[in-house]
């Protein structure tokens, strides 16, 4: 299957190939549901931390007598019971909440997703993308003028990922100060990165690195 290549100024400058089973995948909603939910998973960041009776400072003497009080037993005044003790099953920060993905299962869904934009009109494959100079207005300059023509002015603000090389450290400093737009490497996106952003760019070079470095998990290469 074949797609437009655009240029920069949204232009159809010609046809990229696709191979039809990585980019014409139907929609397994339960795969990306799970492989979405574990990188959610492992991308959280835990702030919270409560003390167990272990970690309150104090508490080491018996407040009062085992027998003959007409109280309750108690050991230790940093009971759970007591105020100012130690909490029962809260949030610690020592908790692990990483969770392990076949490589198959997030490669599979990162073209899955790609699939599904492509079908909606949210994919464009593009020629290759440089500037004359590292400069915030000249990134801004060339992203509008290829929204305008393709979609439209009051697309302008949606969040939009440009997926290119590593080796590309100008464009980056270019577009970080856009903040609708985003820059990541082929072997870096996922498939949550992608569904975080209404619309992707792809320029050729990368697209042949996604596909030779992501396609053999499915076979693809």
């Keep these: 299957m074949d797609t437009p290549l655009y240029n920069w100024q949204g232009a159809e400058a010609g046809r990229a190939n696709l191979p039809e089973s990585l980019f014409n995948l139907p929609w397994p909603k339960a795969l990306v549901h799970q492989v979405v939910t574990v990188q959610e998973k492992n991308e959280r960041i835990i702030h919270a931390h409560t003390k167990t009776r272990a970690d309150v400072r104090g508490g080491g003497k018996k407040p009062f007598p085992q027998k003959h009080t007409g109280r309750a037993r108690h050991g230790s005044t940093r009971s ?124 050729q070079s990368s697209l042949d690195r996604l596909i030779k470095e992501r396609g053999v998990a499915l076979g693809v290469a």
């Design 80 to 203: 759970p019971l007591w105020v100012g003790g130690g909490v029962i099953f809260g949030p610690r920060a020592d908790r692990n909440y990483k969770r392990v993905l076949p490589k198959k299962m997030s490669t599979k869904a990162v073209f899955a997703v790609l699939s599904a934009k492509l079908r909606d009109q949210e994919f464009f494959v593009t020629n290759e993308l440089s500037l004359t100079q590292v400069k915030t207005k000249e990134a801004r300059a060339l992203f509008e003028t290829f929204m305008k023509a393709r979609l439209g002015a009051d697309r302008l603000k949606s969040k939009t990922l440009i997926i290119v090389d590593d080796g590309t450290k100008n464009l980056n400093r270019a577009f970080r100060n856009l903040t609708n737009v985003r820059l990541a490497s082929p072997g870096r996106i996922s498939a949550l990165l992608l569904l975080r952003h209404k619309y992707i760019i792809l320029p």
